[in-house]
């Protein structure tokens, strides 16, 4: 998913600082390769050039931890109740491309499917910071068959 990137990374110089544990997390692997690369998308849409986007996995007990950040403005206060909503964009910051609004929306649902949660959180970096926590072994909801993701 990183490769899907790869040209904007380069073009944007942004630098990408990942950490990811050695584990085995059972999930729908396209809903959580679209979490990802959605969460990632936004980092790189609202970096600025030459920044750095973080992206890390580490078990926490029995869940699995993944924190996407970037270096950008951050979400405003104002944003953060609907920013998971359908069609929901925001203020584009810096002069940055306006989104369908689509994203988060579909991350939020696909984070829920599996059991999970996702939340902004302040402090560690200095632009926006998502978390997600997703139990190791989820069962989507209408799937049968768990596929090794991660």
Not at 28 to 42: A, P, Q, T, V
Not at 78 to 93: H, L, M, Q
């Amino acid at each position: 998913m990183i490769e899907n990137q790869q040209i904007t990374l380069l073009s944007q110089r942004l630098r990408l600082d990942v950490k990811v544990e050695d584990l085995t997390l059972y999930a729908d692997r396209g809903k959580l390769r679209l979490i990802l690369e959605n969460l990632l998308s936004n980092a790189i849409k609202y970096s600025p050039r030459g920044g750095t986007i973080y992206v890390q996995f580490e078990r926490m007990g029995d869940r699995v931890v993944l924190d996407v950040a970037d270096c950008g403005a951050g979400i405003p206060q104002e944003d953060r109740a609907r920013i998971f909503d359908a069609f929901y964009t925001g203020k584009p910051a810096g002069g940055h491309v306006k989104g369908t609004g689509i994203g988060l929306s579909v991350v939020m649902e696909f984070v829920s499917v599996h059991g999970g949660q996702i939340e902004i959180v302040d402090g560690k970096y200095p632009g926006a910071h998502f978390r997600v926590h997703l139990p190791l072994r989820a069962q989507p909801v209408g799937i049968t068959e768990q596929a090794d993701a991660a």
